[in-house]
Structure formats: structure tokens, C-alpha cells
């Protein structure tokens, strides 16, 4: 089933339940995917929807921090919320190990020897990580083991 599928279904069940956070958090993921088909002229595949929740997970997060920093812990723990709801719908994330073997196996495929090939790197693990993983830390050890 796909994504955008699996969105609708999840919003018909929280208005049965009476979920209004659930269901205001998943209405808000429907019209983000629905804002980006229209300004990207993008089909709303699971690979753009994943990179859409992602997105909306890691501006949540921020705002979490902010919000904990400005001593507002009630919003801090209503953005905690909706991240808990959005991440329901991404894939599970990868392991620690997971994740260094295919920058191992990313860095064996591309021969990158250097910082100057990181690029080439990135490209082939985004696509295996989105939604899966940081890809900032992901950016990060890669970063570590080309300087290494």
C-alpha cells in the first residue's frame, strides 16, 4: 500500500476515534505532500512523501529544542507528540551498524579516497537512507572516515 494511501486511511480511523492531535497531525502531512505536488510538480511517490516527513520530523525536532531552551514544555511536549505521529508512517530506522556498512560499501562502489569524492558518496547512500536515518550524521561519518 502506498504512503499517501496509508496517510488517508490512518486520517478516516483517527476521525472515528475522535483523535484530534492524531488527526490534526496527519491532515497536516496530507496537505504538505498535496503543497509539494502542486509547487514541485511532483508525483507523491513514497520516496517524495518519506523525504516530506522527514522534513516535517526534523522541524519538529527543532522546534523541541527551542521551545525546552525557552522553558515552553508543554509546547515542547506537543511537538513530541506530532514527531511520535509522523514517525508512525516512516520506515523503521537503521541500526548503528547498519548504517556504517553501507558507508563502507558506498565508499568501496565509488572508490572515494578523499573529501573531494564525498558527493559521490552521499548520492548513492541518500537514497538507501532517506527517512531511515540522519543524513547530517550520516554526512558526518562519512566525513570521518574519507579524513581518516
Not at 483523535?19 to 498535496?34: E, F, H, Q, T, Y
Not at 522527514?54 to 525557552?70: A, C, D, L, W
Amino acid at each position: 500500500m502506498s504512503l499517501i494511501i496509508q496517510l488517508r486511511d490512518e486520517m478516516k480511523i483517527a476521525m472515528r476515534a475522535k483523535d484530534k492531535n492524531r488527526l490534526g497531525v496527519i491532515r497536516m502531512a496530507i496537505s504538505s505532500v498535496k503543497q509539494a505536488e502542486i509547487d514541485h510538480n511532483l508525483e507523491a511517490t513514497d520516496d517524495n512523501v518519506i523525504a516530506i516527513l522527514t522534513k516535517m520530523v526534523k522541524q519538529r525536532r527543532e522546534s523541541i529544542k527551542m521551545f525546552t531552551e525557552g522553558g515552553r514544555e508543554e509546547l515542547a511536549a506537543k511537538e513530541a507528540e506530532e514527531v511520535t505521529a509522523i514517525e508512525f508512517f516512516l520506515p523503521q530506522p537503521l541500526t548503528n551498524a547498519e548504517i556504517s556498512e553501507l558507508v563502507s560499501q558506498a565508499i568501496n562502489d565509488t572508490g572515494a579516497a578523499s573529501m573531494a569524492d564525498m558527493g559521490k558518496v552521499m548520492a548513492i547512500l541518500k537514497p538507501l537512507m532517506q527517512g531511515k536515518a540522519d543524513l547530517g550524521a550520516v554526512s558526518g561519518q562519512v566525513r570521518n572516515t574519507l579524513n581518516a
